[in-house]
């Protein structure tokens, strides 16, 4: 199977068609082609002439994802179920914002980390994405805007699909540099957030990297034997270990982290958590901002419920006692399978169970 053109940053695609004969200027227009016309076909790509084309089609897809489901909420969030070439399938959501278009891509098919409260980890990772299979993802989605009619584009992205990205982590970069070409997508850095469960060494090799993209942290809890009972990740990369890669990120960058953290009733959502997470920031508040995030519950992890509203409230204003920044997420898609991982799992679920022959 060929992959997608759409991994190749602009520098990549250069060296290619020059390595294989053809001009060197010739990358500038099949990006416009790619990126601005938006064509599905080289074929297309009408002032590229045809050794060039041939050249493209003997050794690259455009586009490799097929669209398997579409579930549209009915305040505007539309998720979308993607097949690969290989049969596996990945979620991807669209949600609108007075601010723009904001898409949540994955980085891998399924999730090793583990997260006990997650959907996404319900099925293990099989593979990595390849940096064309995330590319295409915003593809897809801009696909979908284009027709509409209505001049829309995606300007926002978020790094939070399934899957780990600091664990497929050659392949984020490419994609980042892919979609923040300023002649092609042009999705400005700071409008592009990735989220780490907490890998500590790829967060020190994101702040070498001098990128202006911004940084999510799921924390979750604010001590390591909470955190290790609900994320099996923290047992090798504990607390401690993960906040002196985030001063390192910090001292490097001087940008605010996000840190993540959802809600689960009776389970990190008191106000003596919210106490002891502002202590554990302290040192680092003007540079942090603490996104509570209500808990979408999941069927196979019936243990943990959402939050009380009042729960939050005072799980908040403790916060902000501390003086900490931050807020409770806005929610998208409620009406539908709002959980990261959850449409994917239930459509597995549901093939699996089709009787032989259907």
């Given amino acids: 199977m060929k992959k997608s053109i759409y991994g190749l940053t602009i520098e990549q695609l250069t060296d290619f068609l020059i390595e294989n004969g053809q001009k060197k200027y010739r990358a500038a227009q099949v990006w ?3 990126y601005k ?3 599905l076909s080289f074929d297309e790509m009408q002032n590229i002439n045809q050794e060039t084309i041939d050249v493209l089609n003997e050794n690259f897809a455009i586009q490799t ?6 579930q549209v909420s009915q305040d505007g969030t539309v998720k979308f179920l993607f097949k690969m070439h290989d049969g596996n399938l990945i979620e991807t959501v669209l949600m609108k914002f007075p601010y723009g278009h904001s898409v949540c891509v994955t980085t891998q098919v399924g999730c090793n980390i583990g997260c006990s409260f997650c959907a996404s980890g319900l099925l293990r990772k099989n593979r990595d994405l390849d940096a ?3 590319v295409g ?3 897809k989605v801009q696909e979908h805007l284009d027709g509409k009619g209505e001049d829309e584009r995606v300007s926002h992205i978020v790094v939070m699909g399934i899957g780990e990205p600091f664990d497929n982590y050659t392949n984020l970069m490419n994609f980042l540099h892919v979609v923040n070409d300023q002649k092609g997508l042009s999705i400005g850095a700071r409008h592009i957030t990735v989220s780490t469960s907490g890998l500590t060494e790829k967060i020190k090799d994101f702040a070498d990297e001098k990128l202006q993209v911004n940084l999510a942290v799921s924390l979750h809890a604010p001590n390591n034997e909470l955190r290790s009972s609900i994320m099996k990740i923290n047992k090798a990369f504990p607390i401690e270990k993960l906040m002196d890669s985030i001063n390192y990120y910090l001292e490097k960058t001087n940008r605010r982290i996000t840190f993540e953290y959802i809600l689960l009733r009776d389970v990190n959502d008191h106000v003596k958590e919210a106490e002891e997470l502002g202590r554990l920031l302290a040192d680092k508040r003007h540079l942090s901002y603490v996104n509570l995030i209500p808990y979408n519950p999941v069927d196979e992890h019936g243990q943990y419920q959402r939050s009380e509203p009042e729960a939050i409230k005072s799980f908040y204003e403790a916060l902000r006692r501390k003086g900490i920044n931050g807020g409770v997420r806005l929610e998208n898609g409620t009406d539908i399978d709002a959980a990261c991982g959850q449409l994917r799992s239930k459509q597995i679920k549901k093939t699996k169970k089709q009787p032989v022959g259907e």
């Fill in 32 to 34: 416009d082609w790619l």
């Fill in 37 to 39: 016309k938006r064509v």
């Fill in 65 to 70: 994802l097929e669209q398997n489901v579409k």
């Fill in 132 to 134: 064309g299979e995330i």
């Fill in 137 to 139: 993802q915003i593809m």
